[in-house]
């Protein structure tokens, strides 16, 4: 196992092992269930920000976890008509909450990102392009 990607803890009974794409997941999955959240942005291309669907949630956030911090920077592309700052806020706490919650490290910071504005239209377009 790759040392570089992997947190230790080391506990009485043995060493505990969290690998950094577990916290990303963990991240990525509190980001979407906040309302306002289009998607992950998978950075620019073009000019124009890459919506990753469910399957890429972990390529929207970067971590840099520590034997006992992690500090979390999510890109997202959000709904048009919300309020940015408050989807912003209620995403740091989301992800502080979980990735606290499940891996015991304490998060120090979480950055949001936004990258781009999703229209309905625009996603229901898509939709139809599909079938």
């Given at each position: 196992m790759d040392?570089?990607?992997?947190?230790?803890?080391?506990?009485?009974?043995?060493s505990i092992r969290i690998a950094d794409e577990?916290?990303?997941?963990?991240?990525?999955?509190?980001?979407?269930?906040?309302?306002?959240?289009a998607g992950m942005s998978g950075g620019l291309a073009g000019g124009i920000a890459e919506m990753l669907g469910r399957k890429n949630l972990s390529r929207g956030i970067k971590v840099e976890v520590g034997e006992k911090e992690a500090?979390?920077?999510?890109?997202v592309i959000v709904d048009f008509g919300i309020r940015i700052p408050d989807v912003a806020a209620e995403i740091q706490e989301k992800?502080?909450?979980?990735?606290?919650?499940?891996?015991g490290l304490t998060v120090v910071e979480v950055n949001v990102n936004v990258?781009?504005?999703?229209?309905?239209?625009?996603?229901?377009?898509?939709?139809?392009?599909?079938?």
């Open positions: 040392n570089e990607n992997v947190l230790i803890q080391r506990e009485q009974a043995g577990v916290v990303k997941v963990i991240a990525g999955l509190a980001t979407i269930e906040v309302k306002g959240v500090a979390v920077d999510v890109f992800v502080k909450d979980a990735v606290e919650r499940m891996t990258q781009g504005v999703a229209f309905a239209s625009e996603l229901k377009d898509e939709e139809h392009r599909v079938k």
